[in-house]
């Protein structure tokens, strides 16, 4: 029995295509329209791809850029642990030091935020480390410490807390820089493929245009001839 059909271009990602019934114009258009509209296809994925990870990239350099700035919140020894005295507890406007109020919502909120947006889970913390997701001033109580039920806590191996030393705050730093580096990387390969599905997705339609262009042609031709 004759096959009635013409397989793709690309014969693993394109259905084949029935051409039963159809002039051998008409089926190589339909090849052709196939093909443009397969690589089309590929096309938007491979954009939506390359979008993705630029999102993922900025998130990341988020969590970077809040790691590095609770640094300053640490000695210079690899061990050594998240300085106190460097905080305001009382929030009495203490010289040289940060409002505890201030450190909460800017550093300490906003880097277990930032870890939570990029969807990182383990950063190699301590399983007990806890910290802050969210903060409300009414959180606080009277000694300083956090009234639990009114804040929205982070806990985990990917939770900021202030248990955690020196040694893992750096170790965190350079993962997320290794994550942040890997997908550069693959973001170059995306972006040549992206360029490279681009000039076919051109060609194709291009093709396709001229192929109509010269069966119109020929039609005329005849058209004219029967005159």
Do not use: C, H
């Not at 258009?29 to 093909?35: C, D, I, M, T």
């Not at 905080?87 to 880097?111: C, H, M, P, Q």
């Amino acid at each position: 029995m004759a096959d009635n059909t013409i397989g793709s271009v690309n014969v693993t990602a394109m259905n084949a295509i029935n051409v039963a019934g159809m002039d051998i114009e008409t089926a190589l258009l339909a090849v052709q329209s196939k093909r443009a509209e397969l690589l089309e296809t590929q096309l938007r994925d491979q954009i939506a791809a390359v979008q993705a990870k630029n999102e993922q990239i900025g998130k990341l350099n988020n969590v970077l850029s809040s790691l590095n700035a609770m640094m300053q919140f640490y000695g210079t020894d690899a061990n050594a642990g998240f300085d106190k005295s460097k905080i305001d507890w009382n929030n009495g406007g203490a010289k040289d030091k940060t409002n505890a109020d201030t450190f909460r919502s800017t550093y300490e909120a906003v880097l277990n935020q930032a870890i939570k947006d990029a969807g990182i889970t383990d950063l190699g913390w301590p399983a007990d480390s806890k910290g802050l997701l969210t903060w409300d001033k009414s959180a606080q109580k009277s000694d300083g410490s956090i009234d639990e039920s009114k804040v929205k806590v982070a806990t985990g191996t990917a939770a900021w807390g202030t248990t955690l030393k020196r040694n893992d705050v750096e170790a965190a730093i350079t993962k997320v820089k290794g994550q942040i580096d890997s997908l550069g990387n693959s973001q170059q390969m995306d972006t040549l493929r992206l360029q490279s599905l681009s000039a076919k997705r051109n060609e194709a339609f291009e093709q396709m245009t001229n192929w109509i262009k010269k069966m119109q042609d020929v039609r005329n031709s005849i058209i004219g001839n029967w005159r």
